[in-house]
């Protein structure tokens, strides 16, 4: 069961990783924290709905943890000036193809 436990908070991580990634590059610098703050909304809200509407769920204050981590992560990685890169690679397509 250990195992189970680890790997289901390593997936939430990861998870939350992948979202924070992809929702810095769709946002400035400047509102960089507001992205991860919606982030961290969305895995607390499903949590929440977990808790109150199955009867086969339940909230776990370990998985928002990993959810935290794994946003965190992606502030740290994105933080640097790297927010906006979806712009960035989107203007470069642009110009590429209309050379």
């Not at 946002?27 to 507001?34: I, N, Y």
């Not at 808790?51 to 990685?77: M, S």
């Amino acid at each position: 069961m250990p195992g189970d436990v680890i790997s289901d908070k390593v997936g939430h991580a990861l998870a939350y990783l992948s979202l924070g990634l992809l929702g810095s590059g769709i946002t400035t610098p400047g509102r960089l924290w507001l992205t991860m703050l919606r982030c961290f909304l969305l895995g607390a809200a499903l949590e929440l709905a977990q808790a109150e509407w199955t009867e086969h769920r339940h909230a776990e204050w370990g998985d928002l943890a990993a959810d935290t981590a794994g946003i965190l992560a992606a502030w740290l990685i994105t933080g640097q000036g790297r927010a906006g890169w979806g712009y960035r690679l989107f203007a470069r397509l642009r110009r590429s193809r209309s050379s």
